[in-house]
């Protein structure tokens, strides 16, 4: 199933893609792996473009921003996409320049980009806090993951927001982090499905092989749920139960998309050399934020009955 673009959203999207292939792609995803954990260049270009404004513009607002943020997913874009374009507008926050932490209050973990930030954000109970961070290489976290990881530096200012700000936060990193996972998700299963295509056995492809086209036929049904499950969610501008279903979906379909697609292709797309990896380990990184598929599935039980999970 496609999704129809609006004549507004078209053309925007169409700029992105042009500009992501300048900025973004596998190619400048290893470079980045190898020097630093943020890329400056992407996130400057973006914002100078206008796509950080997206979620405001009536003709385009949050489900346009929203498929921004799954194209730079796609397209392996090593910023804070989801906090820039649709956590802070969300929260009616002024852009912020370089890198941005969301962090949940409480939670002892590495968190993504921390060791670079400029600010954090942090869900408290019920109202978050803004913070100005000072970077420090000593709370980097070594990863494999394709982003950079840290632990949270003490803040040097903080900004309490309105009450109930917790809430929208957590809802649209839900719907963020979901929009990147549909965006890599697809990238692997193309991969795969190219494979499947060009890889011959007995003289046929192994794609023509009725067992494999179920299992490829199963991950598509996955993928589609997620994006469709997403774009609902910020449509909707992202209440707590559809964004907690669109989250708890989208991750326990990643972890079957990662297993059977690395299974189809074998060892080699394990390999430094091959593309696969590079959507794959970045989406466990995604798999582990917001407490994972198990607080996705708690927040989801919560806004459905009203009850703690």
Known sequence: MDFELSQTQRPILDALDALLGRYAGVERCRKLASVEGYDHALERELRVSGFFDLFDEDSVGPLGATLAVERIGANLGTIAAAAHLLVLPALGIEPHEGPLALVQDGVERPVR???????????????????????????????????????????????????????????????????????????????????????????????????????????????????????????HNAPAEASATAAAHTMAALGRLTRETHQIMGAIGLTREHDLHLYTLRLQALRTELGGLRGHRRALVTARWGVPA
């Open 113 to 235: 980009f921390a060791a670079e930030a400029t600010s954090i954000l942090v869900a408290g109970p019920d109202r978050c806090t803004l913070s100005a961070s000072t970077v420090s290489t000593d709370s980097a976290v070594p990863s494999a993951y394709g982003f950079s990881l840290g632990r949270l530096v003490p803040a040097d200012k903080e900004l309490e927001l309105a009450p109930g700000t917790a809430a929208t936060m957590l809802n649209w990193w839900r719907v963020g982090a979901s929009a990147e996972a549909v965006g890599m998700m697809q990238q692997a299963l193309d991969i795969a499905v190219q494979y499947a295509k060009d890889r011959q056995t007995f003289r046929r492809a192994i794609g023509s092989f009725q067992a494999l086209q179920h299992r490829l036929a199963e991950l598509t049904i996955l993928v589609e749920g997620a994006r469709w499950l997403t774009y609902e969610a910020a449509f």
